[in-house]
């Protein structure tokens, strides 16, 4: 058995824990990340890189990669009413930053492109193997025990980072509660060729039905995503689907796929919940990403806070490394910066995905009512509605 000492361990390198090794290199702190598995995940996750995170992936210096890479702009979201026509419209030209717009990318190349660009640094050695054991003295973590290649090695560092997702083992190990609120829907994502009719500024598009709205996200290589929102526990019978009676049920909802064929691979459902950690740290692990806090993905922000929560947090690691301040109080300015952030952008999700999931005829004539009533009626109060969204889209803070 091998013992190594690092500055700071990675468990979990999802974009949690990519983006925290590309912070951490950035500010010159050394890191191994610990991902169980090797071969890239084909995993229908979040895609879309907000403004914020564009600004902050270019200091890392790891921007120009993904435009490389073929990422894609989209400029902002419409909600489109089967009666009233486009109800929504929110751009994000309205904010004020070097990149209006978010770039598309599917979510393996971006856990790609990051963990490449932490490895190619010389600061970060990634390690394929499964953590098993969390190593402490004192009450406070100091470790971890790993399998990697068949050899069992331990390796100690100062700090413990949980970037291993929703159903994080280390915040198990750290003590911190945490309670999951599963909402009353699931989605259904599946793929197609981009429709004829889905050119010029890209946005995602929010098409309204009674049934459940059915979302449109434009990626790379002629391709959308169709993302459709379904009755909770209602997934297995979607997915028993034969492909033509799915195309159908899609087209019953949204008429204009009629002429596009859906992919047939790739479909996925996901359950959808919420969770606020209590704490982001406890006992010497610090944790980060889904690990920390869980969203709908209405607001298609879970990746992006995840991002933006690395960059703070290696942030004020650089401070307590640099003997400013200790690493309890590293962990405190960490939690205070992004805990409200998090919260904020779990309210926006939800309220989104209150606007646009409304299972029963009222609920769908309610929600109309609001949003025509707000955009023929009320312009002033739309507009700041859109443009309130487009800040909170874009990540970046409204002055
Ligand atoms: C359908 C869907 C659509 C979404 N849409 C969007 C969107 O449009 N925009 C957006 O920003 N977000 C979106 N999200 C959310 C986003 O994908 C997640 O919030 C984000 O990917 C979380 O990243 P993470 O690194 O924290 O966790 P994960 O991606 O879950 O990564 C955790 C990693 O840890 C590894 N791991 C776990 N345990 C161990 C262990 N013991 N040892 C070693 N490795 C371990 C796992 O293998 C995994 O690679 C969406 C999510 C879903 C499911």
Known sequence: MSATETQVIIVGGGVAGSSLACALAHKGIHSILFERSKNSRDLNRGDGLQPRSLEIMETWGVLKAFIEAGAIPSYGNEVHHPVFGKLLEV??????????????????????????????????????????????????????????????????????????????????????????????????????KRPHWFTGRFRTKVFLHQEGPVVLLPLPGNKIRVVCLIKGKTGGKWMALSKSEL???????????????????????????????????????????????????????????????????????????????????????????RRPLNQNVINRAHYMAWLIWSPSILGFVDRTFRMATLRFLFPFKYQQLTQSLAWGISGIQQP
Request: with cysteine; proline share 4%; hydrophobic share 40%.
């Open 247 to 337: 195309q159908r049920q899609l087209i019953r909802r949204l008429p204009n796929l009629a002429d596009v064929e859906l992919e047939q691979h790739g479909e996925h459902i996901y359950r959808i919940q919420k969770m606020h950690a209590k704490q982001y740290a406890n006992k010497g692990i610090v944790l980060l990403g889904d690990a920390a806090h869980v969203t709908h993905p209405a607001a298609g922000q879970g990746m992006n806070m995840a991002l933006q929560d690395a960059e703070i947090l290696a942030k004020q690691l650089q401070r307590a490394f640099s003997a400013e301040c200790s690493l309890d109080n590293a962990y405190a300015t960490y939690e205070s910066i």
């Open 91 to 192: 751009d994000l030209g309205i904010v004020n930053t070097q990149y209006p717009y978010m770039l598309n990318l599917p979510h393996p190349q971006i856990e790609e492109l990051l963990a490449a660009h932490a490895q190619n640094s010389g600061y970060c050695q990634i390690l394929y193997g499964d953590v098993k054991q969390v190593l402490f003295e004192n009450n406070q973590a100091i470790g971890v025990r790993s399998v990697v290649n068949g050899e069992e090695i331990v390796i100690k560092a100062p700090v413990v980072a949980g970037a291993d997702g929703s159903k994080s083992f280390l915040r198990k190990y750290a003590e911190i509660e945490t309670t999951f609120e599963p909402y009353d829907h699931d989605m259904i994502v599946l793929h197609t």
